[in-house]
């Protein structure tokens, strides 16, 4: 029950956030002086409507999102009257459309600032300073992890690791005295001043008893660790083929806080922080999706499904439900301060028939005809939408596309947060 109410919570949050930025476009349309027809959330058939001045308000049947209809965003609208003429978006300054235009991105924006501030006085924000990622944390500090017991094979999958059973075996870092949170500083001869180079030490050492010197408490110490051999797959291809290399049973660990609660002040410049970490993450993820495609596929036709994959509003909902259920509501709200994050600067995109498309149109005239005016020539006048279009269908039908493969994956194959 839980998890469909969270399913259900999450949905109407992001209906809610779609919903605000179609009235970002509609309040800053209306103060330029625009004449906004429309302003509906959902899609299909109309449940109810209402007037209010020129506008028409209402609910419609399909709740995927909303729209607001503002009389003639581009020169080939033919259904603008004559009266209003004077008032189509397109006579507008390129610096008022793009206000405009991006004030629906700029809603999830704060939307995501909000969401941040509320959740860094609550229950926290996840501290950004320690690497999450395998890369990462190969140049941070090699302060260790020490885990109870290693697998010697890769074939060894059973669900627990109890030494003495198949190739597991109890940890020879455990068994030397290391402890979690120890700074490893010297392997064998090696100096290691950071968990990448502990690693290299470690495999490029033979088996047997190996000196280790490390740091606890501010002390220095040192013991004999006996490395034993067990197969592994390369650090940078843990899909690569396998070899024998020493082992300690050790892995990357650090003493900062995971989560880190503010006051009211504090919480400002901490949520900024935050969404920026995100606007760089997203920019990063949204340039890796074309390389994703595949993995996506193959999820849908049997494969594991990769956690690194894309997900749809379909997945977003599935994953806050299992937030809800699991009790971690820190996991709902990253998920929904990242998908504003995401969104916003999706619409940014200089591709029609998104916001950025608009914009990345208007200020391609406003140059143009600058720089005809500067050369005296005549000015070019405005982009023919229409000569547009094929470019237009194209990017609709690839999102289409990929929307559709998403929606499947995040049915067949869902990524889930808690095994």
Known sequence: MLFWLGVVAFALTILI???????????????????????????????????????????????????????????????????????AMWRFPVWKRTVVMSAGSITHFLLALVGAWVMAMTIGLPNTDIPQTAEAQRTAPAMIYVGDCIRTSVA???????????SAREAPAKAAGLQTG????????VAVTNYGQLVDAIRASPAG????????????????????SAERTPLDDPEGPVSQVAVAGVSWTTNEPAVITYNAIGAIPASGDFNWYLVENSVKAMARIPEKVPALWNSITGDERDPDTPI???????????????????VFWQVFISLNVFIGLF???????????????????????WLYKRFRRPDPGRVDYYKLMPVTYAVILIGG?????????DIINPITIFK
């Open 401 to 409: 596309a990929f929307t559709l493969l998403t929606v499947t994956a």
């Open 156 to 166: 060894d999958t059973s669900a627990e690791c109890v030494p003495g059973t198949g």
């Open 17 to 87: 956030s779609v919903s605000l930025h179609e009235l970002g476009h509609m309040i800053t349309g209306k103060r330029f002086g625009m004449k906004v027809t429309q302003y509906f959330v959902g899609f299909g058939p109309t449940i109810f409507s209402f007037h209010r001045g020129e506008t028409e308000y209402g609910l419609k049947l399909i709740p995927l999102g909303g729209f607001c209809k503002i009389v003639g965003m581009t020169p080939q609208d033919e259904d603008v009257a004559p009266e209003d003429q004077h008032r």
């Open 182 to 189: 120890d700074l490893i500083t010297k392997v064998g001869a």
């Open 312 to 330: 749809s509003v379909v997945g977003a909902s599935r994953i806050g439900g299992e937030a809800i259920e699991k009790g971690v509501p820190e």
């Open 347 to 369: 619409n940014l995109l200089p591709l029609l028939p998104v916001d950025g498309g608009h914009i990345a149109i208007a200020w391609f005239e406003a140059i143009r005809s």
């Open 209 to 228: 008893p190996t000196p280790f010197e490390y740091t606890r408490n501010g002390q220095t110490a040192s013991t004999t660790v006996d490395l034993v």
